[in-house]
Each structure stands twice: as structure tokens, then as C-alpha cells.
């Protein structure tokens, strides 16, 4: 009796201790900082206009841009800031295509921006690094060019820099462009790019404000930041040698200038959706190689003795060591079958454990709501798409396990911003596949 009495704790404690792997390290942790999110945000605060508004430089890098840099330019000239303190600096890195024709248009169309194009060598950091130098601004914005501002942006983001002297640099909100999903005809497509929407809402709108309470914002988003220009001289610019640039920045901006890095959460840029499986694969590829490049330059500190006091061990924790044990859960479940556990036992975890991933989604959608209330149009959309919240959990797990491969592909490939896709990847694994069992085969004759 007491043999099989301990052989039921001690599969159950194997069991809850898998179990409790998600609950501990996301779920928990993501239910209070959304309490806090709610209760800190609550009452709106609106930010004063200063008597005399500063000059501004914006910076966007342009590598064949031919389809979209007119529109990222008219959203500049639509803009509520004022067109007579804008610079506007396109920082060509050898495009092959039309761009420059696009550039051509928007001058002769917006003849009140004070625009401008410098030739630079490839690469977005390099071009950003061109561009910094030719900014007259006290600010200095990045925004990509395949992308649209939100007509109040830029003044809600200089207003902050206004009010709150100690910061050094913000990143906006990155949102997908809501009338592109609209469109999408492929119901596939539609699916994917609105649970694309809902990750960025949720990891701009709760993730990022919520790491920005005690100065621990991981990264700021490469296609719209803004810093201080004399902060900005103080570092070493963009890192050339990673295709992490921004999170680079954010590291120097932080941890090298101990400065106050932030987020900006109602100034909005709007990008497009991903086309595809493909573009998502390799976008998550390339996130977490750039993740790893500059987190490995900046091992100093990172030691486990360090985990409830450094976020940056927690976050590598939680984004890579406890990445393998979280999807092998699979795996370990068809194991544990064979060990005696019901399957009954294994599908309820699984269902409590979707659940609670359900209840954290929805924490994180009420924080939106809440923080999109000035976006009327935005918000309408993002309630209207409620029923993400049960699709996002599927999401998020095929999108860990991309940056799953992607974290054993940056060990044996160098880092590039274009690599191989889903696509191929897959055509790659099944020819190995016949591969190993033609070999076997062969060597049975």
C-alpha cells in the first residue's frame, strides 16, 4: 500500500511540477503587473503644451521603399506637430528601386516639410548613423518608411520629452494597420495578422508600459524611436555589428548612461501586417538572434544570484532557459503516458493551463482598452476583435517555437537580416527525413 501511496506522489509532484513551469513564470507574474497597469492608468493625465515648441529631426532609413515612403511622408505632413520644426532626413542605404522618385513626389506635393536625402552605405544602422549627424532637432525620431504615423504622435511624444526632463529615450506604440486586415481576403491571413494585431497591442500597451515603471524596458522598437540629441551623441550609435541595433541602444541608453528609457504609450505608428507564415518565421528569427548578439555583449552581470534583483537575468530566463522546458511539454507528455498517467489527467492540465493563458489574455485586453480610450477608431476595432483572446494562446506557442529554432540557428549560422524561411525550412527537414531513412534502409539489406 505505501509502495503505490509514494509512486502517486511522486508522479503527481513530476506532473505539477511541469504544470506549474507556465504558471510561475509567465501567468502569475502577468496577472499583477496588469492589476497595477489598470489601477496606475485609471484617471488619463493630460500633458501641458509648452509656450514654445522645440525643433525635431526625423530620421527614416530608406532601402527600397518605392511602394510605401510617399504615404510614410504624407502621414508626417498630416501630422498635428508643427511642419516648420520638422527635419526630415531619408537615409538612402542603396536602394534599387524607385525610391528616390517617391521622394521626388512628396516634395512637390508637401512643399511645407523641410525634407531631405543623404546617400549612405547599406545597412540601417549605418544609415542611422549617417542621419544623426545632419539632425538639427533637440529630438531625434526614427521611423521606418514602410509605415504610417498616427496624426498625433509626434506631439505626444514631444510633450512627454517636455514634462519629464529625466527621460533620455522613448519607443511608440507599433500597431498593425487595422483597414489592411480588413482586407485580407484569405481567412488564414485574416486570422494570423489579427492575432498579430492583438501580440503587439498586448506587448506595447501592457508589456512595455508595465517594464517601464522601474526603468526595465527591454528593447525600444527599431521602427519608431525618439532620444534626446544630446544623449544621443553620448553613446556609441547604433552597433553595426548586430542585427539587434535598437536593442543595442536600449542597452546603452540604460545600462551604459544609466538614463531613463521609456515608452510612449498614445503615440501610435502603424505598420503592415505580415504577408505570410514565412514573414512572421523569419521576423522571429531575426528578433531573437538580435536578442542573443546583444545580450551576449552584455554577459557582465548576468549571473542566476542576480535573478530578483537584475531584470535582465529574469528576462533571459524566461525568454530562453525556460523556452525549452515550456515546449518540450509535448514531448514529456507522450512520455509521461507510458509512465502510467492518465491521459485524462494530461488533457486537463492541458485545458487549465490554456485557461489560465485565457485569463492572463484577457487581463492584457482590458489594459488596451483602457489605454486606447484616445483612439477611438483603434479601440472600436481592438474590442470588436475580442474573441482573439482564445485564439492567442495558439499564437503565442507556434511563435516560441520559432524563436526556439531561431535560438539553435544562431549557433550555427551567422546572423543576417534575411535567412531561410518556414517554407524551406520545412523542405529542408523532410529531404533529411528521407535522407536518415534511406540510410537506415540501406543498412538493414
Known amino acids: 500500500m505505501s509502495y503505490w501511496l509514494e509512486l502517486t506522489f511522486f508522479k503527481m509532484g513530476f506532473w505539477i ?224 555589428g548586430t542585427i539587434g541595433e535598437d536593442t543595442d541602444m536600449t542597452f546603452q541608453m540604460r545600462d551604459r548612461l544609466k538614463n531613463k528609457v521609456a515608452i510612449c504609450s498614445d503615440a501610435i505608428f502603424y505598420i503592415e501586417p505580415i504577408d505570410d507564415l514565412n514573414t512572421l518565421y523569419l521576423q522571429r528569427q531575426r528578433w531573437q538572434t538580435g536578442e542573443l548578439e546583444v545580450v551576449d555583449q552584455n554577459t557582465a552581470d548576468l549571473q542566476l544570484k542576480g535573478f530578483f534583483k537584475n531584470f535582465l537575468v529574469r528576462r533571459m530566463m524566461l525568454d530562453h532557459t525556460f523556452l525549452f522546458p515550456k515546449l518540450i511539454w509535448l514531448a514529456a507528455s507522450v512520455v509521461l503516458l507510458f509512465l502510467g498517467y492518465s491521459w485524462i489527467i494530461l488533457l486537463l492540465s492541458y485545458v487549465l493551463i490554456y485557461f489560465l493563458y485565457v485569463v492572463v489574455s484577457l487581463l492584457n485586453y482590458l489594459c488596451v482598452v483602457l489605454l486606447l480610450r484616445a483612439f477611438p477608431a483603434e479601440r472600436k476595432f481592438f474590442k470588436s476583435s475580442w474573441w482573439v483572446i482564445l485564439t492567442l494562446p495558439f499564437y503565442n506557442f507556434i511563435c516560441s517555437w520559432f524563436r526556439l529554432i531561431g535560438t539553435l540557428n544562431s549557433m550555427t549560422r551567422k546572423s543576417s537580416w534575411n535567412t531561410i524561411n518556414f517554407s524551406q525550412e520545412l523542405k529542408k527537414l523532410w529531404t533529411l527525413f528521407l535522407a536518415d531513412l534511406k540510410m537506415i534502409k540501406n543498412k538493414w539489406r
Open 17 to 240: 511540477t511541469w504544470a506549474l513551469i507556465p504558471v510561475v513564470v509567465e501567468i502569475l507574474p502577468a496577472f499583477f503587473a496588469s492589476i497595477w497597469l489598470i489601477m496606475r492608468h485609471w484617471h488619463r493625465v493630460k500633458l501641458p503644451v509648452p509656450e514654445k515648441l522645440p525643433v525635431i529631426s526625423l530620421i527614416i532609413p530608406v532601402y527600397n521603399s518605392e511602394g510605401t515612403l510617399f504615404n510614410c511622408i504624407r502621414s508626417i505632413n498630416e501630422s498635428t506637430y508643427p511642419a516648420e520644426l520638422i527635419q526630415i532626413i531619408l537615409a538612402d542605404n542603396q536602394s534599387t528601386d524607385h525610391s528616390f522618385d517617391a521622394f521626388e513626389r512628396a516634395q512637390n506635393e508637401f512643399k511645407k516639410l523641410n525634407m531631405s536625402v543623404i546617400n549612405t552605405e547599406q545597412g540601417k544602422a549605418k544609415a542611422l548613423n549617417s542621419a544623426i549627424y545632419s539632425s538639427i532637432g533637440n529630438y531625434i525620431i526614427n521611423i521606418d518608411s514602410d509605415g504610417i504615423l498616427e496624426k498625433n504622435a509626434l506631439m505626444n511624444m514631444v510633450l512627454r520629452f517636455e514634462n519629464e526632463p529625466e527621460l533620455a529615450a522613448l519607443t511608440g506604440t507599433i500597431l498593425p494597420q487595422k483597414e489592411m486586415i480588413k482586407t485580407a481576403r484569405k481567412k488564414w491571413l485574416k486570422l494570423l495578422q489579427h492575432n498579430e494585431y492583438f501580440e503587439y497591442a498586448q506587448a506595447f500597451l501592457s508589456g512595455r508600459v508595465i517594464e517601464s515603471r522601474s526603468n526595465q524596458l527591454f528593447t525600444m522598437s527599431g521602427a519608431f524611436s525618439a532620444f534626446r540629441k544630446d544623449t544621443l551623441l553620448q553613446t556609441f550609435l547604433y552597433n553595426t
